[in-house]
């Protein structure tokens, strides 16, 4: 598949912070998807974004679909302890095929 | 049971064993796939059945061998693995037919080789 370049690798939050994420490709994508994985399960789909500018919340995240097809970005609002965890984000150009990038870990600033 | 299921959730095997991974989806699903899963890189494609025949083969070592004998159920068969196969490995399913492939995950089986 293609290459995603997801940023950052990791960050910490604090309760009630907004954190944002973002992932770039150097080819074109007609579907995003963000997905969370939680320690010993499997990723987890968050939001599906659909079409370029388009703008998804789903509670607290919110997504963009990048109007170049090229890049996503995923919010999260007042981040909650349950929000920890590894997110991916990932692209599908034509067919079955998605695209994944390397993953965010979220962890809780002590 | 719902969404995508994988048994078993954890499994240590020597490098001479046989064992196989089961996958089965109650989605109503027609695509099947198998990831695999190491630390810190994004997930890689093994595997893709789309109504039971066998679409991509991501430049897999033979052994590791997937059977799909219906669109329900998928199936990795594992022998004379190495150490560096190690890994968490992901079944997922997706609807062929949608024009967005948004694909399920199961929970994954962590394998380790010794």
């Known amino acids: 598949g293609q290459q995603l370049n997801q940023s950052p690798q990791s960050m910490f939050i604090q309760e009630g912070e907004d954190v944002s994420m973002n992932c770039t490709s150097s080819?074109?994508?007609?579907?995003w998807l963000w997905y969370k994985q939680d320690p010993g399960e499997g990723p987890v789909l968050l939001i599906a974004?659909?079409?370029?500018?388009e703008l998804t919340s789903n509670g607290r995240l919110t997504a963009q679909f990048g109007i170049t097809r090229k890049d996503s970005f995923l919010n999260i609002s007042a981040s909650i302890p349950s929000d920890v965890g590894i997110y991916f984000c990932?692209?599908?150009?034509?067919?079955?095929?998605?695209?994944f990038g390397a993953g965010t870990t979220v962890t809780v600033r002590a | 049971e719902t969404g995508v299921t994988q048994t078993p959730r954890h499994l240590v095997m020597g490098m001479t064993n046989k064992k196989s991974l089961k996958c089965e989806q109650h989605?109503?699903?027609?695509?099947m796939y198998w990831y695999k899963q190491s630390a810190k890189k994004p997930l890689e494609l093994m595997f893709v059945?789309?109504?039971?025949?066998?679409?991509e083969n991501n430049s897999v070592p033979s052994r590791f061998s997937p059977e799909c004998p219906n669109s329900s159920h998928l199936f990795l068969h594992l022998h004379t693995l190495q150490p560096e196969d190690s890994a968490l490995y992901l079944c997922?399913?997706?609807?062929?037919?949608?024009?967005?492939?948004?694909?399920?995950f199961g929970p994954g089986t962590r394998l380790t080789v010794l």
């Open positions: 989605l109503g699903h027609n695509a």
């Open positions: 059945y789309n109504f039971k025949e066998q679409t």
């Open positions: 990932a692209g599908q150009a034509l067919g079955l095929k998605l695209s």
């Open positions: 997922a399913s997706s609807s062929a037919e949608a024009l967005y492939n948004e694909q399920f």
């Open positions: 974004l659909y079409k370029a500018g």
């Open positions: 080819s074109i994508f007609n579907t």
